[in-house]
């Protein structure tokens, strides 16, 4: 069964939006050609918060991605960068619907720690999705 990951990170600040670009560019390019990789998409709403959505074969896959190159690179920096920051996994079929991977990230997702924490944040509140660009998605590479 695949094993989705989905996260969503917030920036405090306009001026920590190129190197994240940057990050998100070469994580994306990692993850494409990562064992058990099956698909996936970045997907910027307003406020500046992105979301990611991925699938993976296993979650041993997805772990292995989130630990080295780098992703391993870019998640110290998102302390510093982020005000809000969550995670959510499960699995089950892939996750391709934006409500539905709302509707996960509020019932089983997590915060992560930033140094600069909205309240929402720290009250793990969401508020409801307003997409303002389309998906990016990331494609498996060989």
């Not at 050609?33 to 099956?38: P, R, V």
């Not at 920051?85 to 990230?105: C, K, L, N, P, T």
């Not at 508020?127 to 590479?141: A, C, D, F, G, Q």
Request: charged share 25%; net charge positive; hydrophobic share 40%.
């Amino acid at each position: 069964m695949p094993f989705n990951s989905i996260t969503r990170l917030r920036l405090h600040s306009f001026f920590t939006l190129p190197g994240f670009l940057r990050e998100a560019q070469l994580s994306s390019a990692q993850a494409a050609k990562s064992a058990g990789f099956l698909g996936g998409a970045l997907l910027p709403e307003r406020r500046m918060v992105f979301w990611t959505r991925t699938a993976w074969e296993s979650e041993a896959d997805m772990k292995a991605f989130r630990d080295s190159a780098a992703h391993r690179a870019v998640m110290p920096k998102l302390i510093d960068w982020c005000d809000e920051a969550s995670v959510a996994h499960w699995e089950g079929e892939v996750a391709s619907d934006w409500a539905e991977i709302y509707r996960r990230m509020v019932e089983v997702g997590r915060t992560s720690r930033v140094r600069r924490p909205t309240e929402a944040h720290q009250q793990k509140r969401f508020l409801p999705m307003k997409r303002w660009m389309p998906e990016n998605p990331i494609s498996r590479k060989a």
